[in-house]
């Protein structure tokens, strides 16, 4: 058995608490704490939160396959003419949009004039705002099995898209 505080083997330990902690310790270092007369009881069941949150961390920890996922959405590529034409539908100005979702309006030119990228959060306020979908689902590539040797190259992959 080893020690929990010092490391070592030992043939046999205490049971002590040190600084409101329960641990499994050697004779020699049972003297750091005070020893506790029955082992203790530590409970089998976890708190749902504490469940909770290891089932997320599971989950996010998951490598994933981007081969075997179905299609993710993903910013359409006109996005920035998606922007322009629902602003202009309902009449309102760049500035009049800007104030909406509390953003300025350099932002938004740059935005339809697809020079910048919206950022998650951004994408969330102009749909919302605007009543649109800016984001699409995008197709998986599937990838073709070569022999042991043979390895998929670039242009494999730009006639597999091709066929598509």
């Known amino acids: 058995m080893l020690c929990e505080l010092c490391g070592n083997d030992v043939p046999r330990t205490k049971t002590v608490v040190v600084e409101a902690t329960v641990l499994a310790v050697c004779p020699s270092c049972a003297r750091f704490g005070t020893e506790v007369g029955a082992p203790a009881v530590r409970r089998k069941a976890t708190p749902p939160v504490i469940a909770e949150r290891l089932e997320a961390r599971r989950r996010r920890m998951t490598p994933r396959d981007v081969y075997t996922q179905g299609g993710e959405e993903d910013l359409a590529e006109d996005y920035a003419a ?16 800007a104030a909406k ?11 339809e004039s697809g020079a910048m990228m919206p950022n998650e959060d951004l994408l969330r306020r102009l749909e919302r705002a605007l009543e649109i979908k ?17 390895g998929m190259t670039l242009g494999d992959l730009m006639d597999l898209e091709g066929e598509g």
Do not use: M, S, Y
């Open 134 to 150: 800016l984001k699409e689902k995008v197709p998986t590539v599937q990838a073709k099995k070569g022999g042991a040797r043979e």
């Open 82 to 97: 998606r922007i322009r034409a629902a602003r202009e539908a309902r009449g309102w100005k760049q500035a009049e949009l």
């Open 101 to 111: 979702i509390n953003e300025r309006v350099t932002v938004i030119a740059k935005i």
